[in-house]
């Protein structure tokens, strides 16, 4: 599954909506849901095997959602950014002028404020070449 992201609009499949049922109907794919633990507020939905999944607040509005590398493809100014090297996504976003930093935890980087976070999990391990294996992103 493809997911495009607009700095002005977001996840353009979320353009508008943000309610649980809608977010399911815009996904379209079949989904499972995880309960609420004691680090959520809410249940979480996971789509197909391996292509998202998408938490929700008290009021079943989305706020989070992570894209994964194994099923979806994850586009900002129409560059696919899931699954490239770690070397790659930084020259991807100097060029577009796009400030960037490496998380707390050294586990990936963060661009436009912590709203998008790109797991990068062996970047101790593979360091450059370290692939870009999920993307978080804040739903506003």
Do not use: H
Request: charged share 30%.
């Amino acid at each position: 599954m493809d997911f495009y992201y607009s700095e002005n609009d977001g996840l353009t499949i979320f353009n508008g909506i943000r309610d649980r049922e809608e977010i399911r109907r815009a996904i379209g794919i079949d989904y499972r849901v995880f309960p609420k633990t004691e680090f959520s507020e809410n249940s979480v939905d996971a789509f197909g095997k391996a292509v998202a999944r998408c938490w929700y607040d008290t009021s079943n509005q989305c706020i989070e959602i992570e894209i994964y590398n194994i099923s979806s493809k994850f586009y900002l100014y129409n560059q696919q950014l899931i699954g490239i090297t770690y070397s790659k996504i930084k020259d991807i976003l100097k060029s577009k002028n796009i400030d960037y930093c490496l998380d707390e935890e050294g586990l990936g980087i963060n661009i436009f404020n912590d709203t998008i976070r790109f797991s990068i999990s062996k970047i101790d391990e593979c360091g450059e070449l370290a692939k870009v294996e999920a993307v978080w992103i804040k739903i506003p």
